[in-house]
């Protein structure tokens, strides 16, 4: 077994600070699922951003979404909510006459990214699609309403 290192002469080790439990609770990070050159998830990023909310964003031109992630926003919107029969990669993988239900097409996106719409907007145990500036505004006030403190560095709303 080793021993803990000993502090250097002349610097003392520091004592943990004591924390609150409001303290101890970091509100949780978003996750912006999306493409960079998809106007909505700009949109996205920059709501956040311009609260000084740090997110994660997961580009899925580098990176498509994992079957998991995927199963989490369909089970709280349905799978049809998540597919996006506008955009032009739909009509040309011919998807528009095929006919698939919702949930193939969701099983399709896992290799075809283009298919979901976007953004997908992850945070704890709230998820949302597309731009939804609104919801994402009753997130960060339910987080202030809860007493979650920001992680250090964070602010909370504008």
Known sequence: MTEPLAP???????EPA???????TAAPTPIIFGFTDCQDTRKALRFFAER???VHFVDLAERPA???????????LGAAALVDREHPRFRAL???VSGDSPERLLARALTE????RTPLVRSA???????APEEWKAWIEAERRTG???????????
């Open 66 to 76: 994992a079957r998991g992630e995927l199963r989490r926003f369909q089970e709280r």
């Open 94 to 96: 011919g998807l528009h």
């Open 125 to 131: 145990n709230r998820v949302s699609v597309g731009h």
């Open 52 to 54: 000084r909310i740090p």
């Open 113 to 116: 990214p283009r298919l979901l």
């Open 18 to 24: 004591s924390r609150s439990p409001l303290q101890q």
């Open 8 to 14: 250097k002469a002349g610097h003392p080790r520091p």
């Open 148 to 158: 979650v403190e920001p992680e250090p560095g964070r602010r909370l709303g504008s």
